[in-house]
């Protein structure tokens, strides 16, 4: 099983548009969690980190459910510049560095 | 500009050569992070410094890659005889290193092709 797992999409929405994206992680010991946006031969930008009561930013909430080790990121009125691959982003057991999913391409269409 | 800055920032190399990239971080971070991202795939670990002491180095460091750190700021990523499976983006992040959750800035990254 892949440490980190998300859907590769790509997911096409017309703007306006609710979408969601969900990851799974396998290491139970994992104690962050982030998503990251990356736009074409890009580097990544972190979106927001992921707390177990659930966090918000505007247009954007993400959820954490440790017990099915799933991370959720849903956008609200999608726009044209959400347009990017989303990265899912798990910190392994205390240690620094970061375990990356594929990406989950979203397209947002006029 | 204080972000993470990359250079250079493509590279072109024949098989066989060998090739330096440096990375400047975000002056005050102590913390700084070599990825891998090839087409298609999320980055992957590559190592990491807390200042200029290596303290992680994944399996996908081969003995043909080094990385130093030498003063604690910039840090250079070395591939000594290349192949073209090294062919990728080389990202380079750093944190501010206060906490292991730290978030962590990527540079632009240096893209390397191995013809």
């Known amino acids: 099983r892949k440490e980190v797992e998300q859907d590769p999409g790509p997911f096409n929405v017309p703007e306006g548009a609710t979408v969601a994206f969900n990851c799974t992680y396998s290491n139970s010991a994992s104690q962050s969690f982030f998503w990251y946006r990356q736009d074409c031969r890009k580097e990544p930008k972190l979106l927001m980190s992921v707390y177990s009561s659930g966090n918000e930013d505007g247009r954007f909430t993400a959820q954490l459910n440790r017990a099915s080790q799933y991370i959720s990121l849903l956008i609200r009125d999608s726009k044209l510049s959400d347009s990017a691959t989303y990265l899912c982003v798990v910190n392994k057991g205390g240690y620094s560095t970061l375990t990356f999913g594929k990406g989950t391409m979203l397209l947002v269409s006029p | 500009d204080t972000g993470v800055s990359q250079n250079p920032r493509h590279k072109i190399t024949k098989r066989g050569q060998n090739v330096t990239f440096r990375c400047d971080p975000i002056?005050?971070?102590?913390?700084l992070y070599w990825y891998r991202q090839t087409l298609g795939q999320g980055p992957e670990f590559l190592t990491y410094?807390?200042?200029?002491?290596?303290?992680?180095k994944s399996r996908l460091l081969s003995d043909r890659f080094s990385a130093e750190r030498p003063k604690g700021s910039f840090s250079t990523l070395e591939i000594q005889r290349t192949e073209q499976g090294d062919s990728a983006m080389y990202l380079c992040?750093?944190?501010?290193?206060?906490?292991?959750?730290?978030?962590?800035?990527f540079g632009p990254g240096t893209r390397l092709t191995v013809l």
């Open positions: 992040a750093s944190s501010l290193g206060v906490s292991p959750t730290d978030t962590q800035y």
């Open positions: 410094f807390q200042n200029e002491a290596q303290l992680e």
């Open positions: 002056s005050e971070h102590n913390r």
